[in-house]
């Protein structure tokens, strides 16, 4: 009798231990990929880098999108250490503008980290793109 109730509780708990497990909310970024917000806790965080499953880039004419960024004057955020893709930028401190529609990244935006034009996802602040 001990054993059947033991036995009866321990299965009545391991629905609740799955769902602690849980992955957690999925946030949808602009490009229609799945993405993980790192604030929501811990776990795996898929972050599709660009629109191209082939491995484009989100920005089309990076030469012409870097000298379009530069002339809007945005001040350069110092960052340390040196900036890279999947860096998480700060909320406050940063001047974020929005990608313009003829540069193909809608819905993303963008800043100048390090003297660099970097193209940021808007609810993560990742950067996703370092423009050269």
């Given at each position: 009798?001990?054993?059947?109730l033991v036995f009866?509780?321990?299965?009545?708990?391991?629905?609740?231990?799955?769902?602690?497990?849980?992955?957690?909310?999925?946030?949808?970024d602009p490009t229609?990929?799945?993405?993980?917000?790192?604030?929501?806790?811990?776990?795996?965080?898929?972050?599709?880098?660009?629109?191209?499953?082939?491995?484009?880039?989100m920005v089309d004419?990076?030469?012409?999108?870097?000298?379009?960024?530069?002339?809007?004057?945005?001040?350069?955020?110092?960052?340390?250490?040196?900036?890279?893709?999947?860096?998480?930028?700060?909320?406050?401190?940063?001047?974020?503008?929005?990608?313009?529609?003829?540069?193909?990244?809608?819905?993303?935006?963008?800043?100048?980290?390090?003297?660099?034009?970097?193209?940021?996802?808007?609810?993560?602040?990742?950067?996703?793109?370092?423009?050269?």
């Amino acid at each position: 009798m001990m054993k059947t109730l033991v036995f009866a509780a321990a299965l009545a708990v391991l629905p609740i231990t799955a769902f602690a497990q849980s992955s957690g909310p999925v946030v949808r970024d602009p490009t229609g990929g799945a993405t993980r917000d790192p604030a929501l806790g811990v776990g795996t965080v898929q972050v599709p880098l660009t629109r191209d499953p082939a491995g484009g880039t989100m920005v089309d004419d990076t030469p012409r999108f870097r000298t379009y960024v530069m002339e809007q004057g945005l001040p350069s955020y110092s960052y340390d250490p040196p900036i890279a893709v999947g860096t998480i930028l700060p909320d406050e401190g940063v001047a974020y503008r929005e990608v313009p529609v003829e540069y193909g990244a809608q819905g993303y935006r963008y800043t100048v980290v390090n003297g660099r034009a970097v193209v940021v996802e808007p609810r993560t602040r990742r950067v996703i793109q370092i423009i050269n």
